[in-house]
């Protein structure tokens, strides 16, 4: 096989999907995915601790400027005392960040927020902010279960304590309950909502952002 027809078959292998509205990918079989997103796009990861996003902010990286909060902990942990909780100083670290992604959407590259998006004033916040610098919001939401987003935490040694886990699990609820087939999903404030479960996470899914800016129905 030549290698134009080897560059034919891994292009027919691949299932390109432009987001618009609740694009449900649960359950599917597809191995090829490849979200197709505006260059101007700010898509949000989003699921419970553990769950993956980290995994998949890697994978998509080289496309995109990541802005992950553990990046501003540890900045904040560099010049402030080690025995100072973080607790205490949480809500200045995410100040911070929040001001990081602020002046990243002044900028022209397309940005991945690692996020539990579990939180609905912090989706009102990133949806606005997104809309006020003229930019598309969009969400991959990794829908992997409880027991498996557990899992991932002890995996990488990272545990969040039951309370705030249990307080993700009722936020993440609430979010896939007012996440219907409309589009755009309205109880999300974004653009489209993209939902990945275990299966679909674990095949690497990828990502690239055009310079098109016409959303196309997926298919």
């Not at 292998?13 to 609740?22: C, K, L, N, Q, S």
């Not at 540890?74 to 990081?100: F, N």
């Not at 990488?156 to 304590?161: G, P, V, Y």
């Not at 609430?174 to 404030?189: E, F, K, M, V, Y």
């Amino acid at each position: 096989m030549g290698r134009c027809d080897t560059a034919r078959t891994e292009a027919a292998a691949v299932r390109d999907i432009t987001p618009r509205g609740t694009v449900d990918l649960r359950g599917g079989t597809d191995a090829g995915i490849r979200l197709s997103y505006p260059r101007d796009a700010v898509v949000v990861i989003a699921g419970l601790p553990g769950s993956g996003k980290s995994t998949l902010l890697r994978a998509w990286a080289p496309a995109a400027t990541v802005l992950d909060p553990r990046g501003t902990r540890a900045a904040c942990e560099a010049v402030l005392p080690s025995w100072l909780p973080y607790a205490l100083y949480r809500p200045l670290a995410r100040l911070h960040h929040m001001r990081r992604i602020s002046a990243a959407m002044r900028g022209p590259e397309p940005l991945l927020i690692h996020d539990c998006g579990t939180r609905p004033w912090l989706r009102r916040w990133l949806t606005r902010s997104a809309g006020r610098a003229g930019r598309p919001a969009h969400m991959v939401l990794l829908d992997v279960g409880a027991r498996e987003a557990l899992s991932g935490q002890r995996a990488r040694r990272r545990l969040t304590s039951p309370r705030v886990f249990a307080t993700h699990e009722r936020g993440l609820a609430a979010l896939l309950s007012g996440i219907g087939t409309d589009a755009p999903p309205r109880a999300s404030g974004f653009a489209s909502v993209v939902l990945l479960d275990r299966r679909l996470r674990d095949t690497s899914p990828r990502a690239r952002f055009t310079d098109s800016r016409v959303p196309r129905q997926a298919t």
